[in-house]
């Protein structure tokens, strides 16, 4: 389903109410959270159940960036403004050819009575689909999930996604994601596709026709921007 084109620099680290996280050369990949909100700089070597948990913070991480889906991506919401439940969904598929990131959200208790977290993220990118609903996280986690993390599997797999009275919501704007989740049993998981962060940054980018995976209209576009923009425009073009 997916093509990486290139992985973007991890965020920085930041546990915040209203916690700026950091920026790249490819520009900034979260701009804020606020809440409840562990924003982890790599993902995570396993968020299956009682690994990852807190009482009091949801943990985001960057799953994969700069993706090139080669197939029809289906998602719980697509193009999404508004509030969403397990009960109230507007699903669809982000087409093939289009350039996403990946991001997770996870909330796993250790006590065992009910508990909730709230927190907010806000991209410098459209958010194009959300997955909160227990079988579309199982479907994408081999295609979107992040390499090398360990994600439910068997019966830790029945009842991962919103369900209740969990609710996730996107700005008019599409770019903050409002997120409440609380758990009892089984932790709640949220999978946000945003637009990609694909952005040229080698003259080597502009070879052999890969321009054009970046948006430009020819290869000397190409190499004009990476020549104003790049820290990496000295590198030999042959």
Not at 7 to 16: N, P, S
Not at 67 to 84: F, K, Q, R, S
């Given at each position: 389903m ?37 924003v982890?700089?790599e ?72 508990g ?38 068997g ?27 609380q758990v ?17 940054e ?37």
């Open positions: 997916r093509t990486i084109v290139r992985r973007v620099a991890g965020i920085a680290i930041g546990i915040a109410v209203s916690a700026v996280v950091g920026t790249t050369s490819a520009g900034a990949i979260l701009q804020d959270a606020g809440g409840a909100v562990n982890l700089a993902p995570p070597a396993d968020v299956s159940p009682d690994v990852l948990a807190s009482d009091t913070q949801a943990f985001v991480f960057v799953e994969q960036a700069c993706v090139t889906l080669t197939t029809g991506l289906a998602v719980d919401v697509i193009n999404p403004a508004g509030t969403y439940s397990d009960v109230l969904t507007q699903r669809g598929v982000i087409p093939a050819g289009t350039q996403v990131d990946s991001y997770y959200v996870h909330f796993d208790q250790v006590q065992t009575s009910s909730t977290v709230s927190g907010t993220l806000t991209f410098d990118r459209p958010v194009l689909g959300l997955i909160y609903r227990t079988p579309t996280l199982n479907s994408t986690d081999a295609t979107m999930g992040a390499p090398g993390t360990q994600y439910p599997e019966p830790d797999t029945l009842a991962r996604g919103y369900d209740g009275p969990s609710y996730v919501s996107v700005s008019v704007d599409g770019r903050t994601v409002t997120f409440s989740a009892s049993a089984y932790q709640e998981e949220l999978r946000i596709i945003t637009t990609g962060t694909c952005e040229a080698t003259l080597a980018d502009c070879k052999n026709g890969r321009w054009d995976a970046y948006g430009f209209r020819n290869q000397g576009q190409c190499v004009s921007f990476v020549a104003t923009n790049s820290r990496h425009a000295e590198a030999a073009f042959s």
